[in-house]
């Protein structure tokens, strides 16, 4: 079973930067596509970032210029860089992992980790 671990999350002053790291394990990484999501309560769990197995990468409108996805194969590890955090990025941030190589991918996810951010 596809195992994915955040980490990074924590309370952040506006204007800051967090780290966030997705750790996966139990998979062939280099044939999956990894993605930030994220969620407010009340709210539809929403796309931030996501990487393909070969790097290309696409942002929800909200993070362009200010959030990278990055990911490091040899170390099956996606990241998210975000830099001048604003009080609405707050929410837990879940790392997905989708197999490109099935045409009905199953969406595996982390446990989740909490970003706030404070005006």
């Known amino acids: 079973q596809v195992q994915l671990v955040e980490s990074g999350g924590g309370l952040v002053q506006s204007g800051g930067s967090l780290r966030l790291s997705c750790a996966a394990s139990r998979i062939i990484f280099n044939r999956y596509s990894m993605a930030w999501y994220r969620q407010v309560p009340g709210k539809q769990r929403e796309l931030v970032a996501a990487i393909t197995s070969r790097g290309s990468t696409n942002y929800a409108d909200s993070v362009k210029g200010r959030f990278t996805i990055s990911r490091d194969n040899a170390k099956n590890t996606v990241y998210l860089q975000m830099n001048s955090l604003k009080p609405e990025d707050t929410a837990v941030y879940y790392c997905?992992?989708?197999?490109?190589?099935?045409?009905?991918?199953?969406?595996?996810w982390g446990q989740g980790t909490q970003v706030t951010v404070s005006s």
């Open positions: 997905n992992a989708r197999n490109e190589l099935v045409s009905s991918p199953y969406d595996h």
